[in-house]
Antibody, heavy 120, light 107 residues
């Protein structure tokens, strides 16, 4: 059974960076792309970017360009999302999601979410 | 970016009711449209992919339809565990975008 297990909650100060992990089980992480989606409190879902763990290729939403880095350690089936230059507006729950490509694509399995709080 | 607009933003319904949620894209997304259910504190759950395909394990009371710019998610007979927020999502173009969500509450 496919599971994506994310790292625990984080509290960061403005200007700091946060790195969230997403460990895959039940499949080999190199076989599917991973996207990251976030949800600020009381807001909807927002796509941040995508990674192919096998090739290392990435694509980021324009609003995160220059602040967002996605990486993978395929030896432990884990992908990472690092967001730098944190500001209060980045306070949100961050989800990783396994992306299946089939006539477009969809997010088939999701991690449990990681709350990142940015506060002075 | 393609804008996705859901309506209504919230609704109140009773167990057993039929519920219809609509999603409109700012331009055609063909059938590259998915639906998710999201409950507080949980991971979102895929319900429908490519407009009308029921994800494995999702009850048949859920169905999706539409193409181009207009899509519908229907729940034929609400059960208690269906009270949640529902999101549409287009994967036609980068960046993928979500609708603002429809919160289904108990009347």
């Amino acid at each position: 059974q496919v599971h994506l297990v994310q790292s625990g909650p984080e509290v960061k100060k403005p200007g700091a960076s946060v790195k969230v992990s997403c460990k895959a089980s039940g499949y080999t992480v190199t076989t599917f792309d991973i996207s990251w989606v976030r949800q600020a409190t009381g807001q909807g879902l927002e796509w941040m970017g995508w990674m192919n763990p096998k090739s290392g290729n990435t694509a980021y939403a324009p609003k995160f360009q220059g602040r967002l880095t996605m990486t993978a350690d395929t030896s432990i089936d884990t992908v990472y999302m690092e967001l730098s230059g944190l500001r209060s507006e980045d306070t949100a729950v961050y989800f990783c999601a396994r992306e299946v490509r089939y006539s477009g694509s969809f997010f088939e399995s999701w991690g449990q979410g990681t709350l990142v709080t940015v506060s002075a | 970016d393609i804008q996705m607009t859901q309506s209504p933003s919230s609704l109140s319904a009773s167990v057993g009711d039929r519920v219809t949620i609509t999603c409109r894209a700012s331009r055609s997304v063909s059938t590259y449209l998915n639906w998710y259910q999201h409950k507080p504190g949980q991971a979102p759950k895929l319900l429908i992919y490519t407009a009308s395909n029921l994800q494995t394990g999702v009850p048949s009371r859920f169905s999706g339809s539409g193409s181009g710019t207009d899509f519908t998610l229907t729940i034929t007979s609400l059960v208690p565990e269906d009270f949640a927020t529902y999101y549409c999502h287009q994967s036609f173009s980068i960046p993928p975008t979500f609708g603002g969500g429809t919160r289904v509450e108990i009347k």
